[in-house]
């Protein structure tokens, strides 16, 4: 069977939350890499450099009416090479993808997993660029 990189699979996961977050992280890349914590930055203050991950996410949490991407590798004992994304969007909405490399067979059982993970029916599968949408638009195009 032929090998597919970058197959997206993204699911809507409703209001966003450092707990769904978190258990998407633990689901499908445990030991997953920390993010560094100049990864990006505040609003409207580009030389504020966070001093964790953790503070980093709540802050993009906490904050409404604000959109950020976040992206996880693991480095090792990945064979699908996945990685998770969670797409904060500007209507304080959750996204969640899973990059993967694998077959359709694979995309399946992904996006299958997600949907359950994340109790959510609203996706996509995507391959190379993910879709680009806030939240409602998200669910209206994808339910």
């Given at each position: 069977?032929?090998?597919?990189?970058?197959?997206?699979?993204q699911?809507?996961?409703?209001?966003?939350?450092?707990?769904?977050?978190?258990?998407?992280?633990?689901?499908?890349?445990?030991?997953?890499?920390?993010?560094?914590?100049?990864?990006?930055?505040?609003?409207?203050n580009?030389?504020?450099?966070?001093?964790?991950?953790?503070?980093?996410?709540?802050?993009?949490?906490?904050?409404?009416?604000?959109?950020?991407?976040?992206?996880?590798?693991?480095?090792?004992?990945?064979?699908?090479?996945?990685?998770?994304?969670?797409?904060?969007?500007?209507?304080?909405?959750?996204?969640?993808?899973l990059?993967?490399?694998?077959?359709?067979?694979?995309?399946?059982?992904?996006?299958?997993?997600?949907?359950?993970?994340?109790?959510?029916?609203?996706?996509?599968?995507?391959?190379?660029?993910?879709?680009?949408?806030?939240?409602?638009?998200?669910?209206?195009?994808?339910?």
């Amino acid at each position: 069977m032929e090998i597919i990189t970058d197959i997206i699979c993204q699911v809507y996961a409703g209001q966003k939350s450092k707990r769904v977050i978190d258990l998407v992280l633990d689901t499908f890349i445990p030991g997953y890499e920390k993010l560094d914590p100049d990864y990006t930055y505040p609003e409207g203050n580009k030389d504020y450099i966070f001093k964790t991950e953790y503070e980093m996410i709540n802050y993009f949490i906490e904050t409404p009416s604000i959109n950020q991407t976040f992206y996880w590798n693991k480095y090792y004992d990945n064979p699908n090479k996945i990685m998770v994304g969670a797409n904060i969007t500007d209507d304080d909405q959750l996204i969640i993808s899973l990059t993967v490399n694998g077959n359709l067979e694979t995309e399946k059982k992904y996006f299958s997993l997600l949907k359950e993970v994340l109790q959510s029916d609203i996706g996509v599968v995507s391959y190379i660029n993910p879709a680009d949408y806030n939240g409602k638009d998200f669910i209206l195009k994808y339910k």
